[in-house]
């Protein structure tokens, strides 16, 4: 079994910034990819950024600019620096490992943390 806990949600004003983390535990084998994902209430869960074994990054266009993802490889943790904070980035925020399965992948999810933007 694969544990991630996430953790620096909470209540920020517009403009302001956040850390969060999410460390994994368990069985964790070979990463493929580490990502982000929010869910706003009344909406989707959608991708925020993801980054892959070899660094590789990609974002979300709403969040370019805004956001970085990094990872500290040896701590199997994950990191999301929101910079420039919105009201609509206002949601629970999921972190995900994608980990090498037999001939294919096996996805796992943390609880979510809240991060709530006040206007």
């Known amino acids: 079994q694969v544990q991630l806990v996430e953790s620096g949600g909470g209540l920020v004003q517009a403009g302001g910034s956040l850390r969060l983390s999410c460390a994994a535990s368990?069985?964790?084998?070979?990463?493929?990819?580490m990502a982000w994902y929010r869910q706003a209430p009344g909406k989707k869960r959608e991708l925020v950024a993801v980054i892959t074994s070899s660094g590789n990054t990609n974002y979300a266009d709403s969040v370019k600019g805004r956001f970085a993802i990094s990872r500290d490889n040896a701590q199997n943790t994950v990191y999301l620096q929101m910079n420039s904070l919105k009201p609509e980035d206002t949601a629970v925020f999921y972190c995900?490992?994608?980990?090498?399965w037999g001939l294919g992948s096996m996805d796992y999810w943390g609880k979510g943390t809240l991060v709530t933007v006040s206007p």
């Open positions: 995900s490992v994608r980990l090498l």
């Open positions: 368990g069985s964790i084998s070979s990463i493929i990819s």
